[in-house]
């Protein structure tokens, strides 16, 4: 990495990685509101600080034991000519790659100001291929497009798709984390660490020149941010290697975040779960009670009298028969969506106070279902749909927590469905980033694991608020019942909105036809049977739901039984194959065991995995279970065929296995 | 009171009195966005249904003991062709004015509509003299400017003044409560009822037709309400009479609004207190601790090594001055504000984690006051500074609140000096309306009062909720400090300003020099000190401050004993004499005792006031001691001229007192 200053004092940087260009010299600098000057250019270099950290921390969860956190750094404090300002550009190498960030230290003459734009540009050496959702305020839900860059201003009306909320800003604006691949054989990943109380970054790109410059998320204003000083940017990261694989076991984004600050996190626990939620997801049943009441005022109407609707998914039978299977099969948790009042007209009419999340439908005995699930030896997981009415939620959030806590319940799915509360403010801008964070914050207090849907996508706070154990940020599984996603989405995601943390993807769908349990509903679900596997290794999580029926798992036994038997943390992850929108293949060793699971997925070409299982112990003899596409498998035409196997292996021992548009799996165990 | 619909199904209504045209035929409706039809025309009458209402309540505090509740009401349903709409219009007729109200039933056709204007028309009868105050959806803090209606839009500009937060609209916008006096000797006034969870409403003027029309305050998007049927808007009121007096005794606000919904109010009571606030407000001293940080950050900020900058007011010492002037002098409280850290740079920056309203200055002994202001048998009186960041505010409201419970305080002065936050909100919007109450709300269910300054002007809420004690949202006291207010400001805001409800003056200054407080502030409070003692009997308020210092006070100790006596809660008032702009005569008894308080204040020209006595009880002699300005008294010249006399009165007596440019007061007990 190069820093350097222009003539006119504008600061640059630039990045290779062995002699190849990732990063040409590109600017760094802020535009702020009613401020010419801004922090542009007129700068001279002060100070130019290196320093080295290497430091092993081991994480609360995750896809290893110990994560290295090894960088040089440089820190550059420039100074401003006429304005007397001062600014520091941290830039932090990693062998994986490089971060950098704008440090604002306290000064006199630069205490309060207003970002208008930041200006912090990634000029790329090529017209790379790029895996690449439409940038948006409110929405990640996409499809990915595969693309070159200079084709990205032609494909991007046909990107985007309906969302509850979205705000495209321009046609070439693109999400990050940005998966890139270069002509020669680079991969180059961009996205951000450490988004605290800033706007969430976006990538617009001059389709000329092929640099990429960073787009905020505005608020109602249409300012960008609202900044104080000492007060730091977020981490802009720059991974890059020549190995896909590395890719996706790069540590960059964890390590530029803060340390934890959860002192006892005995409480914080990985959980496998079911739930109450892909029945009204297909349309088989409905998360309200009632088709009686088409305006509902919280604590106002009167649903004692109120005729059900005979749909209602979260009833105390219905609630019960997922605790009975779910405990049966050794599962943690079961997440009950629709249990509480509300729901009846939740949904885009920008209402104020839309839920309180305390009081149960009458046909929910959250009591009894509470001891019932105790008795079963799992916990109830609560749910939270905010419908983007930020402020209700925030005003009921110390009794909805308390209630959790009285009521057994220990981790909560919050929902960001529609347009966001305040209106004019978007779901990625700093107001409402810094609602998310609260929400991490108070929930820590109360001892609360978070899986927030819908919310801002990740970027290693995870790290520091290790009970943020999920998130969606990103297409998930439900959009296999709302028409479908692509088949290689899954050889995606690890590459672009996992490098940021988990993802609650909810695999596990057994029936790929909807309209089995929704007749209205002609959705399919575009995988395999044995894929849908796979993704419990592949789309690493400390938390994963089993999310088809009891039903359909009833019928798979055989299969389900690698649902039960897969670990959720690792002490060791070795990326076997990978090509971003083609496959993974990666083999995970469960956590204080000795048994490995492993996992591939493919895009929609059927293809030949070449496995090496030289990680396993050397000297000692494995029996591998292999849960895999039958010949006769397709994603389309015949999902549900698959085949289980058992082989000894050692760590001398190859496999090439064949799956279909979609998958492979394996468990190992010794 | 005529309704009628004109031939395209248009509502309208007109009001007279005794023969003479108060509201000429005025149309009724409501813009919808995005909805061509909304409720405006197309209407036919479904049923128009008739009531009679007549009751007596007891309100927790106020000038009366009793206030009857007597009106005919008449409820119009119309239903809308073409949408098969429904809408209801409520009009109660009392014999002091009209109130009449926008009521959307629950019903299949109209459940969320978002209100792009509301257009009631005012149509006024002629060219009025009014007293108007420019409109604005972020200030009241304004001097009334008197005029004809036609002169408004030449004398808008001039109206406005600088504010921390303003934001005019309209050439011909202003504010309600308006007041006006017609030239065939009618008194009207224009306010609304219960605002609750709804836009503000101001009258924008058509001054060719002299017609008013609502005009809401909207929200960062532009729109004006967002509704939810069942529901209504809140009542507009239209009070009228021949006799200035009556507007004055007016009671319909409060009527209109629903009744007492705390049950035990045994909590609620009129306060009498002194406060750590002129000193700041004349520039004497600071809200703030130190000049060494010109940048805070609530949790981070070290203040432990910070220099005090010997300007701070809320210090231990000089609270206990004020603690022992207040308790000696019989004061239920004392006022601390810049007790909190923050106040280095709480102002004009956005800054939305402002304060924590839960952590003292290094120099505020906060539980040494606390038991200090026990042992003196007062209550320290908490003061929020909110700078308008709303969301901060309701973070911390339960801790805030609780902190205040553990500490006994049981009345606090909110603020929202400022822009509000979330960004693109107004402080009359329907969202940050929402706040005030919700607050309000939250208070009582901590037994908490709130005196809230820069909040919306009341509506008659403190019926529903008697802890909201007192609001400033006008201009008070304290502009006195800032330049000065027009001398004839007192007799005007009891017709205005506290139609809606009391108002947190703060009068008492007898000092009216500012530069003997801070030589660099040249104002001069433009009243004499008799002037002052008026207001606590002009300005009704269950919450009065002694404003001034303890020194200047002890300068006055005869007049100050007519602050010490007077009382802050009344079983009967008496408006002898009133002429908005000119002078205010009103005499009040004593809630539970037989002594009686009257006050008159005088705008700039001097006045003989002709008090007769005939209130008292027949056959009684009482001591008047009447404190009135000297001969030689002036506002301007020589304020502190004033004289005191006890004279013997009966209920034939009658009193010509003769008032400087300012004032006159009495009192009498039996």
């Not at 099969?329 to 509300?342: A, P, Q, S, Y």
């Not at 999340?357 to 997981?381: E, H, N, Q, V, W």
């Not at 591998?624 to 035409?637: F, G, R, S």
Request: include cysteine; aromatic fraction near 12%.
């Amino acid at each position: 990495m190069a820093f350097a200053l222009k003539t006119d004092g504008t600061p640059t940087y630039a990045l290779t990685f062995n002699g190849k260009a990732v990063i040409k010299t590109s600017t760094l600098g802020l535009e702020f509101k009613n401020d010419e000057k801004s922090l542009l250019n007129d700068f001279t270099i002060a100070k130019a600080e290196t320093a080295t950290h290497d430091s092993n921390w081991e994480p609360v969860w995750g896809e290893v034991k110990t994560i290295r956190n090894h960088y040089n750094e440089l820190a550059v404090t420039l100074l401003q000519k006429g304005t007397d300002r001062t600014l520091i550009i941290r830039f932090r190498m990693f062998d994986e790659g490089l971060g950098l960030r704008y440090e604002f230290p306290s000064q006199k003459n630069l205490i309060y100001f207003v970002i208008k734009e930041e200006r912090t540009q990634f000029a790329m050496a090529g017209d790379h291929t790029a895996f690449w959702l439409a940038g948006d305020y409110d929405s990640q839900e996409y499809d990915y497009t595969t693309s070159r860059l200079s084709e990205i201003r032609n494909l991007m009306q046909g990107s985007i798709t309906d969302n509850a909320s979205q705000t495209p800003f321009s046609p070439t604006g693109v999400q990050t984390a940005l998966m890139m691949k270069t002509e020669d054989g680079l991969y180059i990943n961009i996205h951000e660490a450490a988004l605290i109380n800033y706007s969430c970054m976006h990538l617009n790109l001059d389709d000329t020149n092929m640099v990429f410059q960073s787009w905020l998320t505005p608020d109602a204003e249409g300012d960008k941010g609202y900044m104080q000083a000492p007060g730091t940017s977020p981490w802009r990261t720059v991974m890059v290697s020549d190995d896909a694989r590395e890719i996706l076991a790069n540590k960059m984004t964890y390590n530029l975040n803060e340390p934890n600050k959860i002192e006892d996190t005995s409480w914080i626990k990985p959980v496998k779960y079911m739930g109450v939620w892909w029945e009204m997801i297909t349309g088989k049943s409905s998360w309200s009670y009632t088709n009686d009441l088409p305006s509902i005022q919280i604590g106002i109407t009167d649903y004692s009298t109120a005729k059900p609707n005979g749909t209602h998914g979260a009833t105390t039978a219905n609630v019960k028969k997922y605790i009975d299977f779910a405990s049966q099969h050794g599962f943690d948790g079961v997440l009950v969506e629709g249990w509480n009042i509300g729901w009846e007209d939740w949904f885009g009419h920008h209402k104020d106070y839309v839920f309180d999340f305390l009081t149960p439908y009458p046909d929910f005995d959250l009591p009894g279902l509470r001891d019932y699930a105790k008795s079963k030896g799992l916990k109830l997981i609560m749910h939270h749909e905010t419908s983007g009415s930020t402020r209700n939620y925030e005003r009921h959030l110390d009794k909805a927590f308390q209630f959790m806590k009285d009521n057994n319940y220990d981790a909560v799915k919050t929902g960001y469905v529609g347009n966001i509360l305040p209106k004019g403010y978007y779901h990625y801008d700093q107001w409402t980033v810094n609602h998310y964070q609260y929400v991490v914050e108070k929930a820590a207090e109360y001892k609360i694991m978070v899986n927030a849907h819908e919310a801002v996508r990740p970027t290693g706070i995870a790290r520091t608020y290790p009970n943020m154990i999920g998130n969606e940020s990103a297409r998930g599984t439900e959009f296999q019942a709302f028409g479908g996603s692509k088949p290689n989405h899954v050889t995606i995601l690890p590459f672009t909105r996992q490098i940021g943390g988990p993802m609650d993807y909810t695999p596990g769908i057994f029936e790929m036809d909807i309209s089995k349990a929704n007749p209205s509903n002609s959705s399919h679900v575009n995988s395999t049977l044995a894929n849908q596997l796979a993704l419990y290794v592949t789309m690493y999580s400390p938390l994963q739901m089993a999310a088809d029926f009891p039903e359909n798992y009833s019928r798979f036994m055989d299969a389900f039984q690698f649902i039960k038997d897969v670990a959720l943390d690792w002490d060791e992850s070795k990326y076997l194959e990978a090509e971003p929108g083609q496959y993974i293949t990666v083999a995970r060793k469960e956590k204080g065991k000795s048994t490995w699971f492993l996992g591939n997925v493919n895009g929609e070409t059927p293809r030949i995995s070449n496995v090496s299982f030289d990680f396993l112990e050397q000297g000692k003899t494995y029996i591998a279970t292999i849960y895999a596409d039958a010949k006769e498998a397709h994603y389309k035409t015949n999902p549900q065929a698959y085949s289980i196997r058992k082989v000894v292996v050692t760590n001398k021992s190859k496999l090439q296995q064949w799956s279909a548009s979609g998958y492979d799996q394996y468990r190992g165990s010794r």
